[in-house]
């Protein structure tokens, strides 16, 4: 069975950083696109930043370009996601997701990360 | 940028077919996926690559998707279907991918 297990939310002052870890299993992790989805609160869901099962090919939402980096350990199963610059409208619950035939088949549960001052 | 527009919301009787939409450009010409969240869930997928249901998911739920409009329909929908419901799309020409707004489907 699919799982994934999403950590390293929290509080941080704007202009912070933070980064969050997916860790996954049931399947073959170095096969798979991997993403991050996130939810501001009350709101929908916004596609954040996806990569390549060998970590060679990154795409990120304009609104996170040049801030977020994606990233990968085949070795560990682990999806990354280093936010850096957080502003207020960052604040959101961020989910990773396994991609397979274009859509996201899996999903955890989310890490909540807050900035706020 | 691409943008995939939904309405908001969506009402419909038990035992009635919800229809729910989803406009972009050339929508048609691209796989359209449909996930279902319910208040404190993680989303869920119930269609992909426009008409395929994930194994678990009822026959009630189906998808089409022709020229700017994909569809999800709910047949003989039941009160545990209502729900958030978000369409999804690769915007190739921009390498991003994109979420609908999500339409709240309301079973009264």
């Known amino acids: 069975e699919v799982t994934l297990l999403e950590s390293g939310g929290g509080l941080v002052q704007p202009g912070g950083s933070l980064r969050l870890s997916c860790a996954a299993s049931?399947?073959?992790?170095?096969?798979?696109?991997m993403s991050w989805v996130r939810q501001a609160p009350g709101k929908g869901l916004e596609w954040v930043s996806g990569?390549?099962?060998?970590?060679?090919?990154?795409y990120y939402a304009d609104s996170v370009k040049g801030r977020f980096t994606i990233s990968r350990d085949n070795s560990k199963n682990t999806l990354y996601l280093q936010m850096n610059s957080l502003r207020a409208e960052d604040t959101a619950l961020y989910y990773c997701?396994?991609?397979?035939?274009?859509?996201?088949?899996?999903w955890g549960q989310g890490t909540l990360v807050t900035v706020s001052s | 940028s691409y943008d995939l527009t939904q309405p908001p919301s969506v009402s419909v009787s038990p035992g009635q077919t919800a229809t729910i939409t989803c406009s972009g450009n050339?929508?048609?010409?691209?796989?359209a996926g449909w996930y279902q969240q319910k208040p404190g869930q993680s989303p869920l997928l119930v269609i992909y690559?426009?008409?395929k249901r994930p194994s678990g998911i009822p026959e009630r739920f189906s998808g089409s998707n022709s020229g700017n409009t994909a569809t999800l329909t709910i047949s003989g929908t039941q009160s545990m279907d209502e729900a958030d419901y978000y369409c999804?799309?690769?915007?190739?020409?921009?390498?991003?991918?994109?979420f609908g707004s999500g339409t709240t489907l309301t079973v009264l």
């Open positions: 997701a396994h991609q397979k035939l274009g859509s996201y088949s899996r």
């Open positions: 049931g399947f073959i992790f170095r096969n798979y696109v």
């Open positions: 990569l390549s099962g060998s970590g060679g090919d990154t």
């Open positions: 050339n929508l048609g010409g691209r796989n």
């Open positions: 690559q426009d008409n």
């Open positions: 999804q799309a690769w915007d190739s020409r921009n390498a991003k991918d994109v």
